[in-house]
DNA sequence: TCAAAAGTGTTATGTTTACACCCATGG
DNA sequence: CCATGGGTGTAAACATAACACTTTTGA
């Protein structure tokens, strides 16, 4: 019975996480220089532990990084190439993520040298990494135009200019700010706060923050900005 | 510096296989009774070896089950809940493949007691694959909506009925047909053949092809069926 | 000749795009 | 008072959805 298991060979498992962040002016990538490779940019990365589940593993290493529990984490491949890690067979399953810059910056791990990229303008990465990067923002892009997930990446309370940078950022486009904001708003998913946003400019522009009611049960589709992607979807 | 490696366990490493198929009629997944589970249907799997990557050993899985090659196939999800296999602990990346029903009936291989079940009535089975099952259906609607891969499905000559019927399929519902004959025909990615279907209809309908060239290219958006799909894309 | 499926066109509605001016404020 | 960024409306083009009748032909 158990024989047919005993024959097989077994492989390590790694996880390796794509964590974007948005500054405000442009999508970010957060990249380490660890362990074995000194040289060279890399994921965050770690192994599957035999007690937890792939998500649990990613969340958990996600955590090691930056500190941060309760963030968007979603699976994004498999990666299996026969010689992707060059020593020992590894399979990696990408996960990737969205978080609050502003969350991490106070927390940021001194045990990592860590450093945010902009996506285009990324180094040479470790073993495939750079086409998990590359899969992960099809994957968002493709994502973000059908599912509200682009708060997840803005703090508790933005602006419609700020929110129009992160599209534009991710999209790598200028949307019109009054198509963008009448298709923003009529998700009705936002909601408008009496208070403005000071400093940045003179007249100063409304906040708003997301109704999680909404937000929680809203799984269809949201918005259609969809450019061309040859997603793996 | 391999030390890292050392101290990390491995696991098994296990591919499924959603096999969909379309007989005229209703949707299907091709399922099997293997070795240690004879009461239980399954999808089909196997095991990964050491100089194959996932896709190879996802096609090669399937070629052992149908002796089809050259088939539409795609990455699913990686499942790795820690006792998704009660006897060892084993990842499993799935895949989905879109077959050719009429490819497939003249070389089933009598190695595996196999079934097409519809999407809609389908058995207990083992482990998680009712989850990937799930998945795979919802990720097919999905992708079916924006990219042309409903071809996979049907024979070279397909009418238009036939491919309305198909869809129909997919999503559980009854497309206008004006509407939809409106639709397909404007991505000009079917090129009509002056032959008709004999047989099933006194008048019968015009067979059409893909007009393959367009069909390499197009990556880009396609249709725009996809209904509510909160589909992990 | 008639039953069964194939094929086709129009209108109304909603969505998307393109586009430009006034507003509020701090300096 | 003016420079800067915030905010809003409308019309044209396009896409979608709803809907019904005519055509073909084998039995």
Same mark, same amino acid.
């Given at each position: 019975?158990?024989?047919?298991?005993?024959?097989?060979?077994?492989?390590?498992?790694?996880?390796?996480?794509?964590?974007?962040? /948005?500054?405000?002016?442009?999508?970010?990538?957060?990249?380490?220089?660890?362990?074995?490779?000194?040289?060279?940019?890399?994921?965050?990365?770690?192994?599957?532990?035999?007690?937890?589940?792939?998500?649990?593993?990613?969340?958990?290493?996600? /955590?090691?990084? =930056?500190?941060? =529990?309760?963030?968007? @984490?979603?699976?994004?491949?498999? $990666?299996?190439?026969?010689? &992707?890690?060059?020593?020992? &067979? =590894?399979?990696?399953?990408?996960?990737?993520?969205?978080?609050?810059?502003?969350?991490?910056?106070?927390? %940021?791990?001194? &045990?990592?040298?860590?450093?945010?990229?902009?996506?285009?303008?990324?180094?040479?990465? @470790?073993?495939?990494?750079?086409?998990?990067?590359?899969?992960? %923002?099809?994957?968002?892009?493709?994502?973000?135009?059908?599912?509200?997930?682009? $708060?997840?990446?803005?703090?508790?309370?933005?602006?419609?200019?700020?929110?129009?940078?992160?599209?534009?950022?991710?999209?790598?486009?200028? /949307?019109?700010?009054?198509?963008?904001? &009448?298709?923003? @708003?009529?998700?009705?998913?936002? %909601?408008?706060?009496?208070?403005?946003?000071?400093?940045?400019?003179?007249?100063?522009?409304?906040?708003?923050?997301?109704?999680?009611?909404?937000?929680?049960?809203?799984?269809?589709? /949201? @918005?259609?900005?969809?450019?061309?992607?040859? =997603?793996?979807?």
């Amino acid at each position: 019975m158990v024989e047919q298991y005993k024959q097989q060979q077994p492989y390590l498992l790694a996880l390796d996480s794509i964590i974007f962040g /948005f500054d405000g002016e442009s999508l970010k990538v957060l990249l380490v220089k660890r362990g074995l490779e000194e040289q060279t940019w890399s994921l965050m990365g770690g192994w599957l532990q035999p007690n937890e589940s792939l998500e649990q593993a990613a969340a958990r290493i996600l /955590f090691d990084l =930056t500190g941060l =529990t309760n963030v968007y @984490l979603e699976q994004l491949y498999a $990666f299996g190439e026969p010689h &992707r890690d060059p020593i020992v &067979r =590894t399979i990696s399953v990408a996960y990737f993520s969205l978080v609050k810059v502003a969350d991490y910056e106070s927390k %940021i791990s001194e &045990r990592f040298q860590a450093r945010w990229f902009s996506i285009y303008d990324l180094p040479p990465l @470790l073993f495939d990494h750079g086409d998990m990067v590359d899969l992960a %923002i099809k994957r968002l892009r493709y994502k973000a135009a059908q599912h509200p997930i682009g $708060f997840e990446l803005l703090p508790e309370k933005f602006t419609l200019p700020q929110l129009k940078k992160l599209y534009d950022a991710i999209y790598n486009t200028d /949307f019109d700010k009054r198509n963008f904001s &009448r298709k923003i @708003l009529s998700t009705n998913l936002l %909601i408008k706060l009496d208070e403005k946003q000071k400093g940045f400019s003179r007249k100063g522009a409304f906040y708003y923050q997301v109704d999680s009611a909404k937000y929680q049960q809203l799984t269809s589709s /949201f @918005l259609n900005f969809i450019p061309n992607s040859d =997603t793996i979807l």
